[in-house]
């Protein structure tokens, strides 16, 4: 597949159609790897809740971690037997 090098700012970059992100499962990352042959661009996974441990010691430290809504009864819970 033949892309043209298009002008972004002060930088070049490359239009990658649709149909190869989807193929690939590109969404908002790509790492660029040098090889012998050329360039080799591969998608980055985000990991779901990835640096979420290093954010709630962050909170905490900054005691910005409590709660935004106590507990609250459910009138409700009179049928259940806990």
């Given at each position: 597949?033949?892309?043209?090098?298009?002008?972004?700012?002060?930088?070049?970059?490359?239009?990658?159609?649709?149909?190869?992100?989807?193929?690939?499962?590109?969404?908002?990352?790509?790492?660029?790897?040098?090889?012998?042959?050329?360039?080799?661009?591969?998608?980055?996974?985000?990991?779901?809740?990835?640096g979420?441990?290093?954010?709630?010691?962050?909170?905490a430290?900054?005691?910005?971690?409590?709660?935004?809504?106590?507990?609250f009864?459910?009138?409700?819970?009179?049928?259940?037997?806990?």
């Amino acid at each position: 597949m033949l892309l043209q090098i298009v002008k972004v700012g002060n930088s070049k970059g490359l239009r990658i159609p649709k149909n190869i992100l989807e193929q690939y499962h590109i969404e908002e990352e790509v790492e660029l790897s040098p090889t012998k042959n050329g360039l080799l661009i591969k998608p980055v996974k985000s990991k779901a809740r990835a640096g979420w441990s290093k954010k709630f010691k962050e909170m905490a430290a900054n005691r910005d971690d409590k709660l935004l809504m106590g507990d609250f009864g459910n009138s409700d819970d009179k049928e259940w037997q806990w």
